[in-house]
């Protein structure tokens, strides 16, 4: 005899076996199907909270709340021409020279010196750049790059010089203004 035709003669002999064994094979594919529910939903999941997360890095989702909730930003989404404006390439480092500026004297910092350089290695390419010493408190720097950086206009930062305040007491911290010296290079196409 067969291994089917024993389990067949088996089954025929004891219907309660036959009805036990139906309802373990009905059970086992019922929890098959909920454990893969279960395992898509949280994959599903993961997907949302990590398109928050890039949202919130590239600044146009949902800020979270202290609550674990998240609210609309109040900030805009990145508005305006990705290059810089302006008539002729004056004009657009000019324009430069206001956006770096205007990002100094939001966040408190003062201006010692500007420099706009319409002829330099990158000319070519219609890159004009804008070198600024400035003065701006420490926890104001890391926000005046995020909004260079961040926003309309696409703007690069070339170079980045920091200078601690000097403090009389080596052991005291000091929150003096640090001497900042910063170029900017933002890449202006003549209008068509």
Known sequence: ???????????????????????????????????????????QDEV????????????RGPQPTRGGRSA?????????SPLLEGTTMTVGGANLLQ???SAITKIGGTIQYTQVDLEGPQAKDGFVGVTVNCEVAQPSLQQLLYD?????????IDQLVAQAPATQVPEE????????????????????
């Open 1 to 43: 005899m067969n291994p089917l035709s024993l389990f067949t003669s088996f089954l025929n002999r004891f219907p309660a076996g036959a009805a036990i064994l139906y309802v373990a094979v009905v059970a086992g594919l019922g929890i098959s199907t909920w454990t893969t529910v279960a395992e898509i939903q949280a994959r």
């Open 48 to 59: 949302a909270e990590t398109a928050d997360t890039l949202s919130q890095l590239e600044g």
């Open 173 to 192: 911290t000091s929150e003096g203004k640090l001497r900042i010296l910063i170029s900017v290079s933002g890449q202006w196409q003549a209008a068509k």
């Open 99 to 101: 956006r770096v500026a």
């Open 148 to 156: 260079l950086e961040a926003g309309m206009p696409f703007l690069f």
């Open 72 to 80: 609309r930003s109040a900030e805009p989404l990145m508005a305006g």
